[in-house]
C-alpha cells in the first residue's frame, strides 16, 4: 500500500538515495506492507523498514529475494545496488582492522513462539557488542553474481524503463527464484563462528527463530543457524541503550546494544555442543526479562519451517537425433 515517505538522509550517496527510491516505488506499486513484503522475502519488516527509509544499504541477498517475488525493474535494481556498493566502498577508509556494525537483523519475523517458563534468576549484565557494518566480501560478490543472472532472465524483450509501474514491471521467473533461494555457503561452523557477525558469515541466510519474548513493548529473539550451528540475540521496538543478551549454558554469551534506531542484533556465540542451551534476556530503562530457555537448538530448527524453498530440479537438455 502506497504510504507518505518520511524524507531520505542527507549524506546518502546518490546511488544509494536513487535506490532507496526506486525500492519505495516498487512497494508502493504493488500496494503491499512492510509486514507483508518481509513474509514474501523470509527478512525482517524492520529490515526493510531500514532499507526503503534509506538507513541502511539492501544486501544482495535481499534484493535478490525482491527480485523473485515481486515484478520489478531488476537490472535497474541491480545496477544501481552495485553502485551505490561501490560509492559506500569508496567513502571507507581502509584500517588493519576493519569495524563493522550490527544493526541489521536479516532476520524472519515469524509468529512468536510460546516461550518456556523464564527462570526467576536476574538476568546476566549485557556485555556491549562492537557496532559492525556487514563488509562487502566474498559473500556479495557471489550474491551480486546470482542477482545479475536473476536479472538477465527476468529483463526479458522488454527490458526496463526505471519506472516501479505495475504495467510495465517484467514478470518473475524460476531463474530469479533460484537465485533467491539457493544462499551462499556460511564461512564459519560452532566455535568458529563465535563472536562474528551472522550476516558477514552468511549465517543469516538459513536462520530460525527458535524462540521470542518481550520486555514490555520491546520483542527479544533467539535466533539460530543449523548451517552454521551458532546462535545470536536479536532485539526490535526498543529504544537507544536497550540491549538483548544471549547466554549459553558453557557460559558465552553476546549483546545486542541499540544504538540508535529501535532495533539491532549480536554477533554469534557458538551452539554446536549437544548439550548446549540458549537464552535470550533483555535490558531496558522499563525493566528485565528473559526468554525461556531453549534446549537442544538443532532439534527445535529442524521442527521449523526453512527460510530457504528446494530450488527446482534442472529441466534435461534433450539429446539431438542423429542425421542418417
Known amino acids: 500500500m502506497s504510504q507518505s515517505w518520511k524524507p531520505l538522509p542527507d549524506d546518502l550517496s546518490e546511488p544509494a538515495r536513487r535506490l532507496a527510491e526506486e525500492l519505495r516505488a516498487v512497494k508502493d506499486a504493488h500496494r ?13 519488516k524492520a529490515s526493510w523498514e531500514r532499507w526503503l527509509n534509506g538507513k541502511r544499504l539492501i544486501t544482495p541477498q535481499a534484493l535478490a529475494g525482491l527480485i523473485a517475488t515481486v515484478e520489478c525493474d531488476a537490472d535497474l535494481l541491480t545496477s544501481l545496488l552495485r553502485k ?3 560509492a559506500r566502498d569508496a567513502h571507507e577508509a581502509p584500517s588493519s582492522e576493519a569495524t563493522h556494525d ?9 509468529a512468536p513462539a510460546a516461550p518456556a517458563e523464564a527462570p526467576d534468576a536476574a538476568p546476566a549484565s549485557p556485555r ?3 557496532w559492525r557494518r556487514p563488509a562487502a566480501g566474498v559473500g556479495a560478490a557471489v550474491a551480486a553474481v546470482l542477482i545479475l543472472f536473476a536479472a538477465l532472465y527476468l529483463r526479458g524483450p522488454h527490458g526496463g524503463n526505471g519506472t516501479a509501474s505495475a504495467a510495465t514491471l517484467p514478470p518473475k521467473t524460476a531463474a530469479a527464484t533460484a537465485a533467491a533461494t539457493a544462499g551462499p555457503a556460511p564461512l564459519c561452523e560452532g566455535v568458529g563462528c563465535a563472536g562474528k557477525d551472522p550476516q558477514d558469515m552468511r549465517c543469516d541466510v538459513d536462520q530460525r527463530t527458535l524462540l521470542t519474548g518481550n520486555v514490555g513493548k520491546v520483542v527479544l529473539y533467539v535466533h539460530y543457524s543449523p548451517r552454521c550451528r551458532a546462535a ?6 526498543g529504544s537507544p ?8 549454558n558453557h557460559g558465552s554469551q553476546e549483546t545486542a546494544l541499540i544504538h540508535w534506531g529501535y532495533d539491532n542484533y549480536s554477533v554469534m556465540v557458538d551452539a554446536s555442543p549437544g548439550d548446549t542451551t540458549l537464552q535470550v534476556c533483555g535490558h531496558q530503562k522499563e525493566g528485565d526479562n528473559c526468554t525461556g530457555v531453549v534446549t537442544d537448538p ?3 530448527a529442524s521442527a521449523l519451517p526453512s527460510p530457504l524453498p528446494p530450488a527446482a530440479a534442472p529441466t534435461p537438455t534433450p539429446t539431438p537425433t542423429p542425421t542418417l
Open 241 to 248: 541503550g536497550d540491549s538483548a543478551t544471549i547466554t549459553t
Open 232 to 237: 545470536w540475540s536479536g532485539i526490535t521496538d
Open 128 to 130: 556491549p557488542a562492537p
Open 298 to 300: 538443532a532439534a527445535r
Open 102 to 110: 550490527t544493526d541489521e537483523a536479516l532476520s524472519p519475523a515469524p
Open 84 to 86: 551505490a556498493e561501490a
Open 32 to 44: 503491499i506492507s512492510l509486514a507483508e513484503l518481509g513474509k514474501r522475502t523470509y527478512l525482517s
